[in-house]
């Protein structure tokens, strides 16, 4: 993977940057130093990692960070809750996004494509480093790797294969580290296929057979976008297949419990939709971002990222979208012990789901029924200690879901054990279980193994009821994954 360069080119007038005054008056009485720390303990409360130093708040208050990158917003809206961005002196993101006009032989990859006031100001430090201090610069923002490398060429993503195992002539010249031939149109059907079986091979398998196998054509995608397309429609189709594909490997990350994977995998597809502007891909990268900080704990930020999806999913045209979408939210809410605040998000998605399908709706989505919409109520009401509602909800989506989903037919079924098990019914919770056990043979995800020991802790004390025993005994057979 090539790494990003300044490149000289012929300076602009620069206009100068415009002090945040409200951000200083935040500040208080507390030095530079005294509040970058009380940055970064902030971050680490909501488990952001941000290298936050004195330098960092003297360039905001100076507006040479005219919008701070999506970590430091998490991290300030924490701080400060109840306010937006602009309400802490910062400029609208949208118009700090890059997409200023480009210089004769600059690439979109020479600079920051927000943070910095102006990439030609001559007092932005850009001027004042070299390049590996510029390296060094970057890599103490978190997203700013997957960054850089999104913005870093004017081409496109491919993958060099349709199918796990296949990974064609151009995959073998990018991991050897060979000069990669510019990508065409056969790339673009190439990473698209790619991305498709990846999510049937989820859909019946499970993730944690396949993220090491996936990890290898993304990080081919990736040198591959390097080289660039020659024609705009194709470099369009390839970085929006690519960031499919780094949502589709982060999801086998995050099934297969590698959270820290899997952020980074999503934290790629964001950026590559900001590059391109591609509001669906957007959409979708929160989507998930909201989905895995739910699991790693984080509601807050699950609310958060829910939320940015349906802002930017709007303009899609797609109720079935946005009802995902504030199924997400209510993840999050029920996170948050907000019953209420659940409630109206669920009751939310139901009203969308009702207008039906549509033309609009992203072809990613096709897992997305009313066993889903059933299956992640169930989450809500067991997050909320609701056993008897989330049992209903979970047999209702083990019932209804398709049988070529078999990984979800078992989450389901393993949602509804653990319900059943904690709402004191320990008979149906082991035959449910058992049921799961089954279809372990098909199915390799941590997520339901997790699940499944969990039951198995709560039926410990049951173990005299009838089928407790033998499920125990069977699960306790199970071999260990690494």
Not at 64 to 82: D, K, S, T
Not at 256 to 263: I, P, T, V
Not at 387 to 410: G, S
Request: hydrophobic share 40%; net charge neutral; glycine share 8%.
């Amino acid at each position: 993977m090539a790494s990003s360069k300044v490149t000289s080119s012929q300076p602009t007038p620069a206009r100068p940057p415009r002090p945040n005054l409200v951000f200083r008056e935040l500040r208080g009485q507390r030095s530079p130093a005294e509040f970058a720390a009380a940055v970064r303990r902030a971050a680490r409360e909501i488990g952001e990692r941000v290298s936050c130093d004195a330098r960092y708040v003297g360039r905001v208050e100076a507006g040479e960070i005219r919008c701070p990158n999506y970590a430091y917003e998490r991290v300030f809206l924490h701080m400060f809750p109840g306010r937006a961005l602009t309400d802490l002196g910062f400029a609208p993101r949208a118009s700090v996004r890059g997409r200023r006009a480009q210089a004769p032989g600059e690439t979109p990859g020479d600079h920051e494509p927000y943070e910095t006031q102006n990439p030609h100001d001559p007092h932005s430090p850009h001027d004042a480093l070299g390049h590996h201090e510029i390296h060094a610069l970057h890599e103490t923002y978190e997203e700013s790797d997957v960054l850089r490398r999104a913005f870093m060429t004017g081409g496109g993503a491919t993958v060099a294969a349709a199918s796990m195992g296949q990974m064609g002539l151009a995959f073998d010249a990018a991991a050897a580290g060979r000069p990669v031939r510019r990508p065409g149109t056969n790339d673009v059907y190439a990473v698209e296929e790619a991305v498709r079986r990846i999510r049937l091979l989820d859909d019946r398998h499970g993730a944690d057979g396949l993220y090491r196998r996936a990890s290898t054509p993304l990080r081919a995608a990736y040198a591959l976008l390097d080289a660039g397309a020659t024609r705009q429609t194709t470099a369009d189709r390839l970085h929006s297949g690519a960031g499919e594909l780094a949502i589709s490997v982060g999801w086998l990350a995050h099934d297969s419990g590698r959270f820290d994977d899997a952020r980074s995998h999503y934290a790629e597809a964001l950026a590559t939709a900001r590059m391109t502007g591609d509001d669906g891909l957007e959409a979708h990268a929160f989507c998930n971002t909201a989905f895995l900080a739910r699991d790693a704990g984080r509601p807050r930020e699950a609310v958060r990222a829910a939320q940015a999806a349906q802002r930017v999913g709007r303009s899609l045209g797609s109720a079935r979208l946005m009802s995902l979408l504030a199924l997400r939210e209510a993840g999050g809410w029920a996170g948050l012990a907000d019953r209420t605040g659940c409630e109206q998000a669920l009751v939310r998605a139901q009203t969308l789901y009702e207008r039906g399908r549509s033309e609009a709706d992203p072809e990613w989505m096709s897992f997305y029924g009313e066993a889903e919409l059933e299956g992640l109520e169930a989450q809500c009401w067991s997050t909320l200690g609701d056993w008897t509602r989330a049992a209903r909800h979970a047999r209702r989506a083990a019932r209804l879901q398709d049988p070529h989903f078999t990984r979800n037919i078992a989450l389901y079924t393993a949602e509804l054990a653990d319900d059943l098990a904690r709402g004191g019914r320990p008979d149906e919770a082991a035959a449910a279980g058992m049921r799961v056990l089954d279809l372990l043979d098909q199915v390799q995800s941590s997520r339901i193994q997790t699940m499944l020991a969990g039951t198995a802790r709560v039926l410990l004390p049951h173990r005299r009821a009838s089928g407790v025993s033998g499920f125990l005994e069977r699960h306790a057979s199970l071999p260990r994954t690494a």
